[in-house]
């Protein structure tokens, strides 16, 4: 009779064993630097692409605050507009009134003095 040797496993509870790992292949030179080379590729596209995304972003920022500028000029331009032609209409009233009261008294004391400063202040608005 021989001797034998055994060698029992050892199993606890209910984890099962863990499944024995192949190991990693191995590459040689040229493939791993096809490899970074790609990878380097990949990030560098990624980095540009993040660039221009950024990029855009602030332009589309700039021309944002320019445009809201530009509203708000336009906004105060037209107002300034439309309170210095009611000033000249005024002045124009006041200078019509003040000359066919001069030249034409007769007009004045008649009442046609409104109908006059009314249709040369008229005339003036729409030229």
């Given at each position: 009779m021989s001797i034998r040797a055994v060698q029992f496993e050892?199993?606890?509870?209910?984890?099962?064993?863990?499944?024995?790992?192949?190991?990693?292949?191995?590459l040689d030179a040229e493939a791993?630097?096809?490899?970074l080379a790609k990878a380097r590729g990949k990030g560098r596209?990624?980095?540009?692409?993040?660039?221009?995304?950024?990029?855009?972003?602030?332009?589309?920022s700039e021309l944002?605050?320019?445009?809201?500028?530009?509203?708000e000029q336009m906004?105060?331009?037209?107002?300034?507009r439309q309170s210095?032609?009611?000033?000249?209409?005024?002045?124009v009233e006041r200078i019509c009134a003040a000359l066919f009261?001069?030249?034409?008294?007769?007009?004045?004391?008649?009442g046609y003095l409104g109908e006059i400063t009314a249709a040369v202040s008229d005339a003036l608005r729409r030229a």
């Open positions: 050892e199993f606890s509870g209910s984890e099962a064993a863990a499944p024995a790992q192949a190991p990693a292949p191995r791993l630097e096809t490899l596209a990624d980095g540009f692409a993040e660039g221009v995304a950024m990029a855009e972003a602030r332009a589309e944002r605050m320019v445009l809201d500028t530009l509203t906004t105060d331009a037209g107002q300034l210095v032609e009611t000033e000249v209409a005024d002045a009261g001069a030249i034409a008294p007769s007009l004045a004391a008649a």
